[in-house]
């Protein structure tokens, strides 16, 4: 079974910093990865994803992400976070051999950037 | 949100009831899906339906049903049998390629009274 994992409930970072929001993911093959974005009470936004190639994936709004196979992580990155950035992040996976083209998602991250 | 609709935004059912929530959208896109968001737990999936007039079970699909007799809509109906249906429902859309991203629905709010 695929599941994915998102340590942490809440990240908190100041304006201007870097910021980091880490998800791991438990497949038995070859991974789609993607990550979202939710602002409240709105529908999820796609940020970016993970197909093949180069491990590191850049998206929307300025965030970045890096696929890790040995560690099997995919964190979510961007070096000056803004104000803006606050909202509810969500790690998700598609295994690619498989019938199944649902995503399954992770439980969730809050980022509260701090002005 | 992109090309889809869900109605209504919120939605109040008393128990006992069924409610059917509605997902329309103008993306020509063959799959749809239905989550279910509960605080904490992120999204779990009721149903999905890569074509019209076929759809499958997702992890969760107990107390709910579906149609796709249209490509542009996906119903969702809650029924009784549903124990604890309080939550946010959203509603999404891809193309048919595994690696195509979801497009997700502004959601609906169901409460039961």
């Known amino acids: 079974a695929q599941s994915v994992a998102q340590p942490e409930d809440q990240v908190n970072v100041a304006e201007g910093n870097p910021l980091t929001v880490k998800c791991t993911y438990s497949?038995?093959?070859?991974?789609?990865l993607f990550w979202y974005v939710q602002y409240p009470n709105r529908g999820l936004q796609f940020l970016l994803k993970?197909?093949?190639?180069?491990?590191l994936v850049k998206g929307s709004y300025g965030f970045e992400a890096e696929f890790n196979k040995s560690q099997t992580s995919f964190h979510l990155k961007k070096p000056s976070a803004l104000v803006s950035d606050s909202a509810l992040y969500f790690c998700?996976?598609?295994?690619?051999?498989?019938?199944?083209?649902?995503?399954?998602f992770g439980s969730g991250t809050r980022l509260q950037v701090q002005p | 949100d992109g090309g889809i609709t869900q109605s209504p935004k919120y939605l109040f059912r008393k128990e006992g009831q069924n409610v059917t929530l509605s997902c329309e959208q103008n993306?020509?896109?063959?799959?749809m899906y239905w989550y279910r968001q509960d605080p904490g737990q992120g999204l779990r999936l009721i149903y999905y339906s890569q074509i019209v007039n076929d759809f499958q079970k997702g992890d969760i699909a107990e107390g709910y049903s579906v149609s796709r007799e249209k490509k542009e809509s996906f119903p969702l109906t809650v029924t009784s049998a549903q124990k604890n249906p309080t939550a946010f429902y959203l509603c999404?859309?891809?193309?048919?390629?595994?690696?195509?991203?979801?497009?997700f629905g502004p959601g609906t709010r169901l409460t039961v009274l």
């Open positions: 999404a859309s891809s193309t048919s390629g595994y690696y195509n991203e979801q497009f």
């Open positions: 998700a996976v598609r295994l690619k051999d498989t019938g199944r083209r649902a995503l399954t």
């Open positions: 993306l020509n896109h063959d799959a």
């Open positions: 993970y197909i093949t190639g180069d491990n």
């Open positions: 497949v038995s093959g070859n991974p789609y």
